[in-house]
T-cell receptor, first 115, second 115 residues
Framework: GESVGLHLPTLSVQEGDNSIINCAYSNSASDYFIWYKQESGKGPQFIIDIRSNMDKRQGQRVTVLLNKTVKHLSLQIAATQPGDSAVYFCAENFPYSGNTGKLIFGQGTTLQVKP | GAVVSQHPSWVICKSGTSVKIECRSLDFQATTMFWYRQFPKQSLMLMATSNEGSKATYEQGVEKDKFLINHASLTLSTLTVTSAHPEDSSFYIC???????????FGSGTQLSVL
């Protein structure tokens, strides 16, 4: 399944399928991007990050792709599990701020995993 | 991994009262912490940057006299919502970095409900 964060805030996938969550970021000067997972009533949990000098980065079951030309970021989750159900946010650092921790969050995509 | 603790997890208060929320870095020192607010089904919005030993830096549109931030030590930042009103009801989340160019960790959040 595939979702554009700004236009399709909910993504529903079957357990075991791959998930793709998309995000359009706002500023071409941003050079650091992070994906977070947020479960209901909890704070965001770090998933994976990528710097602007990279196009792709892989973690455990997750891959982040960065396309600076169109200011697009995606999170791919392999073999989606019920425990992956949550809201996923992309975040970019405030332009020209370096990695100071000041982040601009995208609107979020709800991932629902059907058993 | 690094842990950021928030207290309380939730609070209910009467309109006109003030509420203090604590954010602690449990196993590291954080010269800078960040405060975000999140309305239901919305994204996180940065409110202010909390700097140890100096005044906080507020984002545009955030009233500094309404949201008092104190960062008196390297492991504690507090956010006080003064004269709270129902429109201040929100999920407040803090974050802290373990060091320059290091990862950012979020607290578990505080749900504030103002009656």
């Amino acid at each position: 399944g595939e979702s554009v964060g700004l236009h399709l805030p909910t993504l529903s996938v079957q357990e075991g399928d791959n998930s793709i969550i998309n995000c359009a970021y706002s500023n071409s000067a941003s050079d650091y991007f992070i994906w977070y997972k947020q479960e209901s009533g909890k704070g965001p949990q770090f998933i994976i990050d990528i710097r602007s000098n990279m196009d792709k980065r892989q973690g455990q079951r997750v891959t982040v792709l960065l396309n600076k030309t169109v200011k697009h970021l995606s999170l791919q989750i392999a073999a989606t599990q019920p425990g992956d159900s949550a809201v996923y946010f992309c975040a970019e650092n405030f332009p020209y701020s370096g990695n100071t921790g000041k982040l601009i969050f995208g609107q979020g995509t709800t991932l629902q995993v059907k058993p | 991994g690094a842990v950021v603790s928030q207290h309380p997890s939730w609070v209910i208060c009467k309109s006109g009262t003030s509420v203090k929320i604590e954010c602690r870095s449990l196993d590291f020192q954080a010269t800078t912490m960040f405060w975000y607010r999140q309305f239901p089904k919305q994204s996180l919005m940065l409110m202010a940057t909390s700097n140890e030993g100096s005044k906080a830096t507020y984002e545009q549109g955030v009233e500094k006299d309404k949201f008092l931030i104190n960062h008196a030590s390297l492991t504690l930042s507090t956010l006080t919502v003064t004269s709270a009103h129902p429109e201040d009801s929100s999920f407040y989340i803090c974050s802290a970095m373990t060091g320059a160019n290091e990862k950012l960790f979020f607290g578990s959040g505080t749900q504030l409900s103002v009656l």
